[in-house]
């Protein structure tokens, strides 16, 4: 029972570029969350699911896109890279009914 | 608008209880207040949760104000291990999460 999984650990980008970010859960949980947290703040989210197919904007969603093809994977793409976007992303699921939310090891990004 | 409200900063001595403050005035009647601690390079933790009543659970207590728009996390015995960012965060009825800016908590040996 892995939990939350992050993939990848770290990843440098150039301004402009792509990414996808993945986090998988083998909990069976309905929702899912992206969140980033930038130094000395807390964490903010960007988007969430409650379920398969399904997703939802949170508080700072501008820059990213998410999807949810699968119940155990959430995706987080970034369409052009921007160096306000450095900072270490977290994901999240939590099952339905229940109140603790688990989360994943965390990405940390630079865009240079 | 910050949702939550917390000292930035708190210390305790070892094996003293701590109590860490949150104020939260703008609550709605449905919100569920959370209390998760992150260490230094991990992704945060839950601790404890509540709704209107005082809750406790093997980690620590969460006493809530009556009028909802307080509450404190306390844990009994600071240990060294202890020495976490505490984030208070309101829980909406669509599950989001509001994350305040955290309190580092030191505890001294």
């Known amino acids: 029972n892995a939990g939350v999984t992050q993939t990848p650990k770290f990843r440098v980008l150039k301004t402009g570029q792509s990414m996808t970010l993945l986090c998988a859960q083998d909990m069976n949980h309905e929702y899912m969350y992206w969140y980033r947290q930038d130094p000395g703040m807390g964490l903010r989210l960007i988007h969430y699911s409650v379920g398969e197919g399904t997703t939802a904007k949170g508080e700072v969603p501008d820059g990213y896109n998410v999807s949810r093809l699968k119940k155990q994977n959430f995706l987080l793409g970034l369409e052009s890279a921007a160096p306000s976007q450095t900072s270490v992303y977290f994901c999240a699921s939590k099952d339905f009914g229940y109140n603790e939310q688990f989360f994943g090891p965390g990405t940390r990004l630079t865009v240079l | 608008d910050a949702k939550t409200t917390q000292p930035n900063s708190m210390e305790s001595n070892e094996e003293e209880p701590v109590h860490l403050p949150c104020n939260h005035s703008?609550?709605?009647?449905?919100?569920?207040i959370h209390w998760y601690r992150q260490l230094p390079s991990q992704g945060p933790e839950y601790v404890i949760h509540?709704?209107?009543s005082n809750v406790n659970n093997r980690m620590a207590s969460l006493a809530i104000a009556e009028d909802r728009k307080s509450s404190t996390l306390i844990l009994h015995r600071a240990t060294l291990r202890d020495a976490a960012v505490y984030y208070c965060?309101?829980?909406?009825?669509?599950?989001?999460?509001?994350f305040g800016t955290g309190t580092s908590l030191t505890v001294i040996p």
């Open positions: 965060i309101l829980r909406s009825t669509g599950n989001q999460f509001y």
């Open positions: 703008t609550i709605s009647g449905t919100d569920y």
């Open positions: 509540g709704l209107t």
